[in-house]
């Protein structure tokens, strides 16, 4: 099946600092989505991208859409306390009924 | 908030038994979904509702099964619990099959 790797798997940061992760797929997606997940909540949608070399913004947020249509890039830029949390990036290839597949996550930790 | 209600918030119940989830998708939203999501693991995919019907299967357990009503809340049916049952149970909802989940904030299973 279709796999989704995200690094890093965590990031230990200080404020104001700017921050990348990415997600590589082994196979094509026509859809990327990005989430974020607070503890003990469920994951909220940041950012969705539908198109190859897309660039969107949400914010201090931008995502895009690789041109291989196998990677998508999250930036946050000058971090911010709550922007602490658990982000995922999903995929979605969009032949038949195809489900969303997750990211294993990134754990970012701001240090104070 | 998302506008998908998930109900109970927390659940602690014995090995060997039998528990039911429950998820009211956002209001017009058609599909429903089912995750996983162990301790410090990322979402694991059990089983997708489109308007009534099953669409897709993840990784769902025989011991689990789910439906989606006419009015289109779910329900997810856990039995046999084993202590590796243990974690949050995600429901998502979306418009259609192609557009951005919203996840409700989970019911958090505790089998001891």
């Known amino acids: 099946g279709q796999q989704l790797n995200q690094s890093p798997q965590s990031m230990f940061i200080q404020e104001g600092e700017d921050v990348s992760m990415n997600c590589t797929s082994s196979?094509?997606?026509?859809?990327w989505l990005w989430y974020k997940q607070d503890p003990g909540e469920g994951p909220v949608l940041l950012i969705a991208?539908?198109?190859?070399?897309e660039l969107t913004s949400n914010g201090r947020l931008t995502a895009q859409f690789g041109i291989t249509r196998k990677d998508s890039f999250l930036n946050i830029s000058a971090s911010i306390p709550s922007d602490v949390g658990i982000y995922f990036c999903?995929?979605?290839?969009?032949?038949?009924?195809?489900?969303?597949?997750f990211g294993t996550g990134t754990r970012l930790t701001i240090i104070p | 908030d998302s506008g998908v209600t998930q109900t109970p918030k927390h659940l602690i119940t014995a090995t060997g038994q039998r528990v039911t989830l429950r998820c009211s998708p956002r209001?017009?939203?058609?599909?429903v979904y089912w995750y996983q999501q162990s301790l410090d693991q990322g979402l694991q995919f059990l089983i997708q509702?489109?308007?009534?019907?099953?669409?897709a299967k993840g990784n769902i357990l025989e011991r689990f099964s789910a439906q989606q009503f006419p009015d289109l809340h779910s329900e997810l049916n856990l039995s046999s619990l084993e202590l590796g049952d243990s974690a949050l149970y995600f429901c998502?909802?979306?418009?259609?099959?192609?557009?951005?989940?919203?996840f409700g904030n989970g019911t958090r299973l505790t089998v001891t």
């Open positions: 209001s017009g939203d058609l599909s």
């Open positions: 998502a909802s979306s418009v259609d099959q192609n557009s951005p989940l919203h």
């Open positions: 999903a995929g979605r290839s969009n032949f038949g009924n195809e489900k969303l597949t």
């Open positions: 991208l539908y198109k190859a070399g």
């Open positions: 509702y489109y308007n009534g019907e099953e669409r």
């Open positions: 196979s094509i997606f026509n859809t």
